[in-house]
DNA sequence: CAAATATATGAACACATGCTCATACCTTTG
DNA sequence: CAAAGGTATGAGCATGTGTTCATATATTTG
């Protein structure tokens, strides 16, 4: 959907910290276009209480559905999505599959969503 | 500023709050919808693109327009939206209407996501 | 008031989304 | 290997969503 790479030099330089640019991506449609899809990520109910079932600990299938209150196969088909979108890590334990967030950005992402909407204005 | 934001105390810079315990919110069903509520706000590509637009300064709708090429009218449904959700402000000024984001809050949420998935692994 | 400019809104439509159902797959155990 | 537990996936369906089109509303100007 978004457009090809454009030329711009965005990571000046990859190895150091420079200093975190964010409104320069607002002029990389493929960074925006990433953004809407995170977001994306985070919008479901569902999906949502996923996440935050796993910033406690990662668990398996059978745990977040008991957690989230829904059938088996939608979690699955939510653990899906949330893992090609890269939120999420899964790895085989026996017959399980155990979930985890996929790196810290995630849980700041819920955070700070979560404290905002709890003083959001009205 | 996304460094201020990472972690669990996110507004002791600002001095005197109480740390936020944003991990009891995930117990609350009305603070996780609102939540999800504002990510689907953010979660698509036009609205996203007017509201980055808007980080910048507030803007009438015609500007919105032409800095995101769709039709008049997709513009006004979305702010519509936007307005309902809470994210932007609107006061008319002659014949146009002038929208500004509605507080910090937004401007932070468009940040951090920004910056992550600039960041983001592959 | 008529015309022009700027914005808002309802209806309709094409497409996306999240669920269920049925079933297949994978792993351990007997 | 068969059976059972645990998870994944495709199809189908009902609902939601973003856009366009046509038209309505609002504001300034002649």
Known sequence: MA?????????LV???EAPDE????LEDDDVIYATTQIFDALADYT??????ALTTSER???????LCGV???AI???LRLLRDRGL????????RSIYALADEHVATLIAVGLEHAGHWPE
């Open 3 to 11: 457009d090809a790479v454009r030329g711009k030099e965005l990571h």
């Open 14 to 16: 990859d190895g150091e």
């Open 22 to 25: 964010w409104a320069s991506y």
């Open 47 to 52: 999906r949502f209480r996923i996440l935050g």
């Open 60 to 66: 398996s299938v059978g745990e977040l559905q008991r």
């Open 71 to 73: 059938s088996q196969s």
């Open 76 to 78: 699955s088909h939510q």
């Open 88 to 95: 999420v890590t899964m790895r085989r334990e026996g017959q």
